[in-house]
């Protein structure tokens, strides 16, 4: 019966107008309404169909701030068991390889975990990276870009799918998995699982129950940084061309001065 740990995260909502704080360029979060990640809610999907197949139980894990608390209870709401939440001011601005230490940290605290299942990358940041620096950080084997888990005993079968086809990946557990669009359907949270998850406990933690200095996390011992940030420019009006007769030329001579052919 796999113990699995589920990454879950809140992002603003892509239909919002999401920007950069104009103070030190990280993400404003207060200027677009928050939601659960939909890739993380196809990462919860497939760990419920693990549970429902072969039993355990189900964690979700997130990083964020206090707000942060709605996007893991639409996680419990869909059969989820328990919940940590790491919130800590000293996280703000954090870098994807701060993020990953801490989560790997925060992995640490769960008992017995056999599985770690997250979204290929979150629609903020779309870094991509921290499944990969996670599995390192914990020496568990990675397997990427999945289409289709199995698990097998102590064994984990991936499908994976990436532009250049498709590729069988086996590994011993514990392991860390990140799962594409196409994995599955995520269900509806029903009346039930909401009203449930309000009595599900959820363990919150700080940086420092983590063992983590809050000098070593936050904007200013980031391994990257913003330096300067834009609004996207209004969409220009385009260029119409009449045909008289020399419609195609017209078209050919734009395209050159655009070095497109």
């Known amino acids: 019966m796999p113990n699995i740990v589920v990454l879950v995260k809140q992002v603003p909502d892509t239909y919002s107008e999401r920007r950069l704080s104009d103070s030190d360029h990280t ?59 790491v919130s800590d001011p000293a996280l703000h ?22 599985l770690v299942i997250a979204g290929n990358e979150a629609t903020d940041g779309r870094s991509g990276a921290v ?17 289709k888990v199995v698990i097998e005993g102590t064994t984990i079968k991936v499908t994976r799918e990436t532009d250049e086809g498709l590729t069988h990946l086996e590994a011993s557990l514990p392991a860390v998995v990140s799962v594409g669009e196409k994995i599955n359907e995520p269900r509806y949270p029903s009346f039930k699982g909401i009203m449930a998850a309000k009595k ?14 809050a000098g070593e996390v936050g904007l200013a011992s ?40």
């Open 27 to 85: 993400l404003d979060r207060d200027s677009a309404d928050a939601v659960l990640d939909e890739i993380n809610e196809r990462a919860v999907e497939e760990a419920l169909l693990i549970k429902e197949a072969q039993g355990g139980e189900v964690t979700v894990l997130s990083v964020g701030p206090d707000r942060a608390t709605e996007a893991i209870r639409k996680a419990l709401s869909m059969g989820a068991d328990k919940a940590v939440h």
């Open 93 to 114: 601005g954090s870098c994807v390889i701060q993020t990953s230490k801490v989560i790997a940290a925060a992995v640490g605290k769960v008992d017995g975990v056999d």
């Open 131 to 147: 499944p990969a620096i996670l599995a390192e950080l914990l020496g568990y084997p990675q397997l990427t870009h999945a289409r």
């Open 200 to 213: 599900k406990p959820v363990e919150t933690l700080t940086v420092a129950d983590l063992g983590i200095d």
């Open 222 to 261: 980031a391994t990257s940084t913003v330096v300067e940030a834009a609004p996207k420019p209004p969409r220009a009006a385009g260029q119409k061309v009449e045909d008289e007769g020399d419609g195609g030329a017209k078209i050919a001579e734009y395209l050159v001065g655009q070095k497109l052919i």
